[in-house]
């Protein structure tokens, strides 16, 4: 069985400035998913925007399955050069999974061509989460319970800006009496895209066996339709099929 390439990225800043998220996270947020989703099935590897060319020099992609994205702070710094590359690599058939405040990355507000706002409320005491399954029938829900409880994290509420999804997968409510659409597919070009809002960086979010076990099934459903790597091109074609163009069976290039 071939392996799927995996990358997880992360911004890596609060858990460098922030104590508290080090002692959350002292590997990193990525460390903590990379360990979580470990599977058979996987090949991880990590980048991380302290790394040269901010862990993504170009063509570092050209082979990867899934993409996976943490970032906050550093949203603005991201080079263009990147948002370009996995733009162009999703349109090709890269699955990309945006976790937590990637929601307002410029990657994520590139896929979506909007800008991503929403609903939020200062997380400092945080707030519990129920995250329910909404569509249970969907290959990111597999094996997942009903709903799942995060006893705190940062409310994400509605109106959240962006275009209609295909599946919405998860339905958060708060205790505060928010809700929001948590977790929501996309598809762009031959690529398919995951949203999941649980994970706020002062919180052990993803200590939670089944946030885990969501990020999982995100990542094997995100990997799943075309991995040919042609993007969509824009197509010319002159002569009709139907006038002689040997074209039936031909793949578009
Ligand atoms: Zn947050």
């Known amino acids: 069985m071939s392996k799927l390439k995996v990358l997880i990225w992360n911004e890596n800043e609060h858990e460098k400035i922030h104590s508290e998220v080090a002692e959350i996270y002292p590997k990193g947020i990525h460390g903590t998913i990379a360990a979580g989703v470990a599977a058979e099935d996987l090949e991880i590897s990590i980048a991380t925007m302290d790394m040269p060319d901010q862990g993504l020099p170009n063509g570092a992609l050209d082979d990867v399955n899934v993409l996976v994205w943490w970032g906050h702070m550093l949203h603005h710094l991201v080079e263009p050069r990147i948002i370009e590359m996995i733009n162009e690599r999703v349109n090709a058939g890269m699955g990309f999974v945006a976790l937590h405040s990637a929601h307002h990355s410029k990657v994520f507000q590139r896929l979506m061509g909007t800008n991503c706002n929403l609903a939020w409320r200062e997380a400092d005491e945080g707030e519990r989460v129920r995250v ?23 409310m994400y509420g509605e109106p959240f800006n962006v275009p209609k999804p295909d599946d919405i997968v998860f339905i958060n409510w708060y205790e505060g009496g928010e809700v929001f659409r948590g977790g929501c597919t996309w598809t762009r070009g031959r690529g398919r895209i995951f949203h999941f809002s649980p994970g706020h960086e002062t919180f052990p979010v993803y200590h939670q066996p089944e946030i885990i076990q969501v990020i999982g099934n995100g990542i094997r459903w995100a990997a799943e339709p075309h991995r040919d790597g042609h993007n969509l091109s824009n197509l010319h074609r002159p002569i009709p099929l139907e006038k002689g163009a040997p074209t039936s069976s031909r793949r578009d290039p």
């Open 132 to 154: 329910w399954c909404v569509t249970p029938s969907h290959p990111i829900a597999k094996g997942v319970p009903q709903w799942i409880d995060v006893p705190k994290d940062e």
